[in-house]
């Protein structure tokens, strides 16, 4: 089957789509794919609605109706009150409402959309349209199509809800310039507190939620290809089972990022499984040692080999980011949800910056997975963003949402750009708690 590729062009779409509310048009039917027949029409749009039809004549006018109720072959007429017809007239669009809802439609076996027998359009199975003005619809017929009754084409769509939002909500560029400065901007970074070489990032999230792919994504970006470092995959306990401290390379052989990205076990629901929020304490004031082996049934303690019993700044955790699967924001467990608290709870008490990376937004959004610019425009993520805002109690400018990459061989822009932007959030979140710290050690000061 031919791939079905839309005559009716982007603009046509979207007036049209004004006149209906926040909504998208799907392709369901083309006549020169599936042919110019009433069977055909029936075959591809019966118990289809809202639909919008649509005719294309050779002398290049456009055309058509909107039906709210489902097209059958019944033979009987049809109420509708929200019928209409339209045509195009120098872009724009001119709409002639129904004068009978009871016979706003006709079910008619023998041709493709009828609309009460005042227009018609593959009439009698002909590619040719049927243009009876005043039959329950006042047009003008030359203004709608002309003289000219041929079809070249016809087209119905459905009319479907839309996520999608005017315009960004959020300000992205989408240029490579823009992942070079960004890049550059990471790279240079520098912690305000001389003492300190690199920022230190806790993730934590549920098992699969994406902690160990992100930290292989940022690794991806500045090694120029898509890399694997970090252990990650689909499993329903933890792949990773060590406290893990990763630097990001700038290049194959460059010099160690500004920021380390420290990866844990993946929470779990269950008492007594995945991480303990004990351990969460341990890493948060730089008590872990590197490569730790997890022991969800004995935390951590100050008796065990490595532990650092007098942790310098540069050992303490300076940002902590949830990770979160947008996919399944709406099915997550209540005890995760309290555990995700009592940790929320321990890293306010620390004075510890926190944001959320909200993964897998091209899996919970068709917009998104369509094309990933759509991330800001998509009001289903910005529900989602909101949601996860409220139910883990943090603001939702500390929410940002973010694409791991997981199949593919190779890099992509966009992908990269929304990756690096969160890493600057972290840096800018890492800064707020330096910059608290030198505060608190002014007032300490002050006070001897």
């Known amino acids: 089957m031919a791939t079905l590729n839309p005559l009716l062009s982007r603009n046509h779409q979207r007036t049209i789509c004004s ?9 369901l039917y083309k006549a020169s794919v599936h042919g110019f027949t009433g069977a055909a029409f029936h075959q591809r749009c019966d118990n289809r609605a809202p639909t919008v039809s649509v005719g294309f004549n050779t002398s290049g006018y456009v055309f058509g109706g909107y039906a709210s109720q489902p097209f059958s072959q019944s033979g009987q007429w049809v109420n509708d009150n929200q ?5 195009f007239t120098g872009g724009k669009l001119q709409k002639y409402p129904c004068i009978n809802a009871a016979y706003a439609l006709l079910m008619d076996g023998n041709s493709g959309p009828n609309f009460g027998n005042a227009l018609a359009l593959l009439y009698g199975n ?16 030359a203004e709608m199509h002309g003289n000219d009754l041929k079809l070249s084409e016809c087209e119905v769509y459905q009319v479907e809800e839309s996520t999608e939002l005017e315009k960004p909500w959020r300000t992205v560029v989408w240029e490579s310039q823009k992942r070079a400065e960004l890049m550059e901007s990471i790279r240079t970074y520098k912690p305000t507190v001389s003492s300190v070489p690199q920022a230190r990032v806790l993730l934590i999230g549920q098992v699969g939620a994406g902690k160990s792919s992100f930290f292989n994504a940022i690794n991806s970006v500045f090694r120029g290809h898509v890399t694997s470092q970090a252990i990650a995959g689909s499993s329903s306990t933890s792949l990773t089972t060590q406290f893990r401290t990763y630097s990001v390379k700038a290049g194959r052989e460059g010099k160690p990022l500004p920021i380390i990205l420290c990866d844990t076990m993946g929470l779990e629901d269950s008492k007594g499984a995945g991480l303990d929020v004990e351990d969460i304490s341990s890493i948060l004031k730089g008590h872990m040692p590197n490569c730790y082996q997890f022991n969800p049934a004995a935390p951590l303690h100050a008796e065990t080999h490595g532990y650092q019993k007098s942790p310098a700044v540069k050992d303490k955790i300076h940002c902590v980011a949830y990770v979160i699967d947008a996919s399944k924001v709406s099915i997550m467990p209540p005890k995760l949800e309290e555990k995700m608290e009592v940790i929320r709870r321990k890293v306010n008490l620390l004075g510890i910056p926190q944001l959320v990376l909200l993964t897998k937004v091209d899996e919970a959004c068709p917009l998104v997975k369509d094309d990933l610019r759509n991330i800001y425009k998509s009001g289903y993520i910005k529900d989602l963003m909101q949601e996860v805002s409220v139910r883990l109690g943090v603001p939702l400018s500390c ?14 822009l966009n992908a990269d750009i929304l990756l690096l932007s969160a890493v600057i959030q972290m840096l800018r979140f890492v800064d707020n708690y330096f910059d608290d710290l030198s505060d608190r050690l002014s007032s300490v000061e002050c006070k001897d």
């Not at 006149?19 to 392709?27: A, D, S, Y």
């Not at 002909?126 to 243009?131: N, R």
């Open 126 to 141: 002909q590619q040719v349209t049927h243009s009876a003005p005043g039959n329950y619809y006042n047009f003008n017929a």
């Open 83 to 87: 019928a209409f017809l339209f045509s």
């Open 399 to 412: 929410v940002v949402p973010v694409k791991n990459y997981s199949g593919e061989l190779e890099l992509d």
């Open 19 to 27: 006149q209906l509310g926040h909504v998208k048009l799907k392709l």
